[in-house]
Structure formats: structure tokens, C-alpha cells
């Protein structure tokens, strides 16, 4: 063992023992709490992307009601396709955004159970 090693883990065997346990679970009750957080925060998102499909849902509804004619049933489409591929981008900023947290939460996690 290195001097920095030995320094830092007692040198009976059961004593080492105890402070490997002792690192595993604060690196497990960490985790757990970066997950659940994740978790949390993409659940809000998720919720906000239903809301703005069932907003885009009911604005589509009545304006096909509201459309008397193929042109205007054609514009409606083209429209609500539109806001449609707004929301898809969005929703894929957002998943992409949350894997990048998820991937910054979990090196820092690992980062700190290493320098621990």
C-alpha cells in the first residue's frame, strides 16, 4: 500500500472492513438521492409535455370544428402539424437535457466516492 492508503484505512482488518462498508453506503444513499431527484424533476417536465400535447389536442379539435372548407381544413393541418413538431422538439430538448444531468450527477457522484 501506498503511505496516502495507509494513512487512510485503519490497519486492522476489521477496522478496514467498517470503513469499506461505511464509504459503499453513503456512495449508495448518494446515488439514491441523485436518482430520486432525477426522478422528481423529469416526472414535473414529463407533466408539463402531457399539458402542452392536451392543449395542442383540444386547439386542434376546435379548429377542425371550426374549418368549413378543405382549404381551410388543409391550413388547419399544416398549422397544428406545425406546433406538433414544436412540441416533439421540445420534449427531445428536454429528454436530452435530463440524460445530460443524469450523466453530470453521476460523475460527480462517482468523483466524490473516490476522493472520500
Request: glycine share 4%; with cysteine.
Amino acid at each position: 500500500m501506498t503511505g496516502i492508503a495507509a494513512e487512510r484505512l485503519p490497519s486492522d482488518v476489521p477496522g478496514a472492513f467498517v470503513e469499506f462498508n461505511k464509504r459503499a453506503l453513503h456512495f449508495l444513499f448518494d446515488a439514491q438521492r441523485v436518482i430520486l431527484g432525477e426522478m422528481v424533476t423529469a416526472s414535473d417536465e414529463i407533466l408539463e409535455d402531457v399539458r402542452a400535447e392536451m392543449n395542442l389536442a383540444a386547439e386542434f379539435a376546435a379548429k377542425i370544428n371550426e374549418a368549413h372548407s378543405v382549404e381551410n381544413i388543409k391550413t388547419v393541418l399544416k398549422e397544428c402539424g406545425q406546433h406538433q413538431m414544436d412540441v416533439f422538439s421540445r420534449e427531445s430538448q428536454n429528454i436530452l437535457r435530463r440524460n445530460q444531468r443524469l450523466v453530470e450527477a453521476t460523475s460527480q457522484l462517482f468523483a466524490s466516492a473516490r476522493n472520500q
